[in-house]
Structures are given as structure tokens and as C-alpha cells.
């Protein structure tokens, strides 16, 4: 956990204090809603459907119980109970009052959160791997290097109002768990043959109405440069990015407009004017950044003990530990993934009962760390695998031990238009009506790793496009309408689904869904042979004939 310094604190309550004034300011008419509109979105407040809505960042994915605690408090105090876990690592509360929302900010600036930046044409939130600083074989910890991009862009006067939002992601796996590829900026670290730290570069990636995956810009940056190099990129980006459409003014126009190429020479004429200056990192800089980390005092412990053996014996847990429980660098430990999906339950949510509940459980069996995923889920990071049982029981006790991570009920979905005030069509109805058909687990264990993504418009917050299936859903003459795509994927071999056909309807939703999975298990190759393997190697016609045969 990164613990924050007295420039952090400092930071944030001010924040807090400025807006309380502005809120305050637009409650007596001072300020108009457009007047105000600037100001809250770069305090993460929305205004949707039917509430002011307040998404609050989680940077890099990491949080401690006690910041959970504060999360649960404010669910139960100011919302309806519950909070939604985003793709973007971030909470999100949809039925905050605007008079509440300064003492929100400042009950959560008390243990180290905020919702600066989560909204706006800046950089939003760095998100990176929920398994960061834990999973085998990572080129370092991708957390401080998040960190020392998130000081730097925090309220950065220069890159306060670009052409248009700005995300990262990062990541030092060889599996990616972050989708770098779909992000403006996505950074994998890695080491050189010398073993020294540097990135892998691309940029111009991102979903919504115009998609694409991102081009890598520079193979090898050092760690000592990436923050002349990044601050080069928004700076050719600021200056030549479109500020007249909002539709072509992400930067994946402007790489595109201008191939990767030109794009490229840009950059590097204006990096080398900077390189040098004083954005240049000491390792002295770097090990201040890391030195605030606190790492676990991990036991000493071998793997697979005599209380897991035993515990194999009992199918439900067996099948949860399967399907739930991944490898650790240190060895008797586990990181457990915890699904945010049961069945018939909106995707994302969890309740102030649950967080309280999941803070406890951390603390005694996590060191007081959990993470929260790009898929919406949450983990508990340091398990000792003699602990696995018992957490067991008590995650199925509360709810959040439904064996379905990365099944085809682990489904990403955005808000849609039961919240959302941008959206043409629901999400969460359609997800959940998905689930029920197929929430007998045996039959998700047999079709195997499979991603469904939903979104309730084309600005694609449930990353639709990088499904295995992806949905969108349209309005077409005051009807909910849904497109779907096949093939898609957000991984280290991320790619852009495919159409397979019309929109279908609303009711028919899951019908399709239930084709284009039987139409799979009949194709497969193999067992174990993946749906998007399927669809790589046949195509999309089959899938389209199983569909439409009878539509």
C-alpha cells in the first residue's frame, strides 16, 4: 500500500475545502449548472438520470480496509446501500444528494481517497494490473511507477483542459490483465538485455464511437525518461488535437489522421527538447516513490498444505479454488479473485454489508489490501493458502463466492440507461437475464473461459468492442435495439469483435446469446480449444447462420 505523505494530505483537503465553496455557490444560484458543470466533473460528479452520480478513483486498483470501510460508509450514509465497481478501477454512487457531496469528499479524504480528475478533459485515473506487485514473473512493480504518474498528472496546469479525456494503463506482465492495448496511453515494462527498467510504449488505443487498438510508439523507453516521453506525446497531442469535434478529439484520431509514423517524428522532434530537463528521474526519486509502499511481512510457508489437501475433498470449495484462486511470487500465498457477478444481480455491484464484511476479511486474512480489477471484480491479493477454507466459507456466507471468474456469467457491463443519461438502451437487465440462463455452473465450466461485454451506447464504458461477445445496445424509433459482435478480445492480443449481423431486440437478447454459445460447442476444435479461438479460425458465418436461421 502506498501511504500518503503530508504534500498528499495537504492536497486533498484543500481540494475538498475549494469545492466545498463551489457547491455551495451553486446551491445559492451564484453559479448556474453550466457554470458549475466544469467545475464538479473535475471532482468526479456527474449529473444522470435521476441523481447527481459521484465516481471516486481508486488509483491503480489498490485500496486498504480501511479505506473499503470509508467506501461501505459512504454507500450507507449518503447512497442507497451499494457502490459499482467500474472498469476503470474507480467506485461509482448514483444517488448522491449535491448538498452531501463535500462531506463526502472530505470523510473519504480521511483515509486517503478522492474523486479529483475521475471526470474532465485531463488525465483520468492511471489504472494498472489488480495483481500488481503479486503476480509471478512481473518486470517490477507496476504500482509505483502508477504512482509516479499519477503525482505528476494530478492538477498538471498544462494538461488541465485537453482536447479531451486522457487515460493510462499499465502493466508488467506478459499477460495482460490491464488492456493497454485500448487505452490513449498504455505502458508494459519490461527490462533490457542489460536489466535495466524501461517501457514498451503504445498510444492511440480506445473503444467508444471510433475504436482502435494502440500502435506502438517506442519498443523501449527508459524508466529514467518515461515522464519526458509521456509529457512529449500530450504535448504534440494538446497542441494538433481536434478541439472543434468532440467526436474525432480523442487522441486515437489524431494517430490515426496522422499514422503512427508522423505521429512518431512528432514526438520525438518535441522529447528531444525535454529529454534532459527536469522530468529526468533519479533512481533517488524512484526509491522515495517505492520506499512508501508497505509490503507485506510475509510468512514462511510451502505450498499446498496439509489444510488445502484436505479441504479438495469437499466439490464446492474445490470447484471455487479452480476457478477463483491464481498463483503468487511468494510461495504459500494465493491471490483470490472475488466475483462481483452472482447471478441476477446487477455486474459491479457490491454492498455496504458486503465492503464492511470484505474489510474484515482482509484484514485477517489479506494484511489489509484489497485490489479491484478491470473486470469488475475484487481480489484479496496475500492469501495464505492454509486460509483458503475458511475464507471460503465466509466469502459464501456473504454472497461472494460464485465460482464464475472469467465464465460466461462474469459479464462487463456498464450502468446503461437505468442510471445513465448518455445511454440509448439498458445494460444491467440484459446482463442479468444472461446469467440466468446460465447459472448452472457445470455448464459454464464446460463452455469454458468466455467474456461478455455489454454497453448501453456507442461511448462503450462496458468496453463492448473487446468482447468475446460484445453487446451494444441502439435506440431505433424509440426501441432498445442490441448489436452484437463476436471475437473480440482486451488481452496482450487484444483485437476488435466482429458484427455478425441486424440488431436484435431487446427480449431476444439472450436467445442470440444462448445461439451463438451453442453454435460454438458445436464447432470447437477441441475441448479446450477457446471460443475466441473458435471464431479466429472459422469466422464469423457460422455463428451468423446460427443466429439468423430462424430470424
Not at 479529483?116 to 517490477?140: F, H, K, L, Y
Not at 480506445?206 to 494502440?214: Q, S, V
Request: hydrophobic fraction near 40%; charged fraction near 25%.
Amino acid at each position: 500500500m502506498y501511504e500518503y505523505d503530508e504534500l498528499d494530505r495537504t492536497l486533498v483537503n484543500e481540494r475538498v475545502s475549494e469545492f466545498r465553496d463551489q457547491v455551495a455557490r451553486r446551491l445559492s444560484g451564484e453559479l448556474t449548472e453550466d457554470e458549475f458543470k466544469v467545475l464538479r466533473l473535475m471532482n468526479g460528479v456527474y449529473l444522470q438520470l435521476h441523481a447527481y452520480m459521484l465516481r471516486v478513483a481508486i488509483p491503480y486498483g489498490t485500496m486498504s480496509s480501511k479505506q473499503l470501510r470509508a467506501l461501505a460508509h459512504v454507500a450507507r450514509k449518503y447512497d442507497r446501500g451499494y457502490g459499482h465497481f467500474t472498469t476503470r478501477q474507480n467506485i461509482q454512487y448514483n444517488w448522491i444528494k449535491l448538498v452531501d457531496l463535500p462531506d463526502v469528499l472530505e470523510h473519504l479524504a480521511g483515509v486517503g481517497i478522492h474523486a479529483m480528475q475521475t471526470s474532465g478533459n485531463c488525465i483520468r485515473n492511471i489504472t494498472s494490473d489488480q495483481w500488481a506487485g503479486v503476480a509471478p514473473g512481473e518486470a517490477d512493480d507496476p504500482r509505483v511507477w502508477s504512482e509516479i504518474l499519477r503525482q505528476y498528472s494530478t492538477m498538471h496546469p498544462e494538461f488541465t483542459f485537453l482536447p479531451r479525456k486522457f487515460k493510462f494503463a499499465v502493466t508488467a506482465s506478459e499477460h495482460d490483465r490491464a488492456a493497454i492495448q485500448v487505452h490513449d496511453i498504455g505502458l508494459r515494462i519490461l527490462r533490457n538485455e542489460q536489466g535495466e527498467i524501461g517501457f514498451k510504449v503504445l498510444v492511440g488505443g480506445g473503444l467508444g464511437r471510433t475504436p482502435f487498438i494502440g500502435k506502438v510508439i517506442s519498443e523501449f523507453v527508459s524508466h529514467r525518461d518515461i515522464l519526458s516521453y509521456v509529457e512529449a506525446i500530450l504535448r504534440v497531442y494538446n497542441q494538433y488535437g481536434r478541439r472543434d469535434n468532440i467526436y474525432k478529439a480523442r487522441i486515437k484520431i489524431l494517430v490515426h489522421d496522422l499514422g503512427i509514423d508522423k505521429f512518431r517524428q512528432e514526438v520525438e522532434d518535441e522529447w528531444e527538447q525535454m529529454r534532459e530537463g527536469a522530468l529526468r528521474l533519479e533512481e533517488a526519486e524512484v526509491e522515495d516513490i517505492r520506499s512508501r509502499f508497505t509490503y507485506p511481512a510475509y510468512e514462511k510457508l510451502a505450498d499446498d498444505p496439509s489444510e488445502l489437501r484436505a479441504a479438495a475433498a469437499e466439490p464446492h470449495f474445490e470447484g471455487w479454488r479452480k476457478n477463483s484462486v491464481s498463483p503468487h511470487k511468494v510461495p504459500g500465498y494465493s491471490i483470490v479473485t472475488i466475483s462481483l457477478k452472482p447471478v441476477g444481480a446487477p455486474p459491479g455491484d457490491a454492498s455496504a454489508k458486503q465492503m464492511d464484511a470484505l474489510a474484515d476479511l482482509a484484514d485477517r486474512y489479506s494484511f489489509g489490501e484489497i485490489r479491484v480489477g478491470h473486470e469488475q471484480n475484487l481480489a484479496l491479493p496475500h492469501v495464505a493458502q492454509r486460509d483458503l477454507p475458511a475464507l471460503w466459507r465466509k466469502l459464501d456466507a456473504l454472497g461472494l463466492a460464485t465460482p464464475n471468474v472469467n465464465l460466461v456469467t462474469d459479464i462487463i457491463c456498464c450502468p446503461g440507461l437505468d442510471y445513465c443519461s448518455l445511454a440509448n438502451a439498458r445494460s444491467i437487465p440484459v446482463a442479468q437475464e444472461i446469467t440466468r440462463r446460465f447459472a448452472n455452473i457445470d455448464t459454464a465450466n464446460m463452455i469454458g473461459r468466455l467474456h461478455i461485454n455489454i454497453s448501453g451506447c456507442i461511448n462503450a464504458c462496458g468496453h463492448h468492442h473487446v468482447g468475446h461477445i460484445g453487446i451494444l445496445g441502439v435506440e431505433k424509433n424509440g426501441e432498445e435495439f442490441y448489436q452484437i459482435t463476436i471475437g473480440g478480445r482486451a488481452d496482450e492480443k487484444a483485437q476488435m469483435g466482429e458484427l455478425i449481423g441486424p440488431a436484435v431486440k431487446f427480449d431476444e437478447v439472450a436467445d442470440v446469446i444462448e445461439d451463438i454459445v451453442e453454435a460454438y460447442l458445436a464447432l470447437r476444435a477441441r475441448p479446450d480449444e477457446l471460443f475466441v479461438e473458435t471464431v479466429k479460425r472459422l469466422g464469423v458465418t457460422p455463428f451468423k447462420e446460427r443466429v439468423y436461421a430462424t430470424r
